[in-house]
């Protein structure tokens, strides 16, 4: 049985809301939110597009490392933050806080 599925888009900073209407998770159309706050019934070709993606087989759905010959190999969540988490603290460590995003800039006022 299909039911509906309210979602905000996240392609871009707009952040349309979105009626999705589902069947045993497939995604069976795709429509604005009219009583969305935001976008009040607005969305992009790209919000409308979001089934396509979300079905695309070349989606990944797991995280993956590429191993030494070259090819991508799956990997767990966990072992996927832990070396963002590595390699991001050795970027930092080598060339300074303003070499990544994760520090806050205070603009001058």
């Given at each position: 049985m299909a039911h509906t599925v309210f979602h905000t888009c996240s392609?871009?900073?707009?952040?349309?809301?979105?009626?999705?209407?589902?069947?045993?998770?497939?995604?069976?159309?795709?429509?604005?939110?009219?009583?969305?706050?935001?976008?009040?019934?607005?969305?992009c070709p790209k919000g409308i597009a979001i089934a396509d993606i979300h079905d695309d087989p070349d989606r990944l759905r797991r995280p993956v490392r590429r191993d030494a010959?070259?090819?991508?190999?799956e990997i767990s969540w966990g072992e996927a933050f832990d070396l963002v988490a590595t390699r991001l603290g050795k970027i930092r460590e080598q060339h300074g806080?303003?070499?990544t995003s994760m520090r806050p800039r205070v603009m001058p006022t």
């Open positions: 392609l871009c900073e707009a952040t349309c809301g979105l009626k999705f209407e589902v069947e045993n998770n497939r995604i069976l159309s795709v429509r604005p939110d009219e009583d969305d706050v935001f976008s009040k019934g607005y969305v010959a070259g090819n991508f190999e806080s303003d070499a």
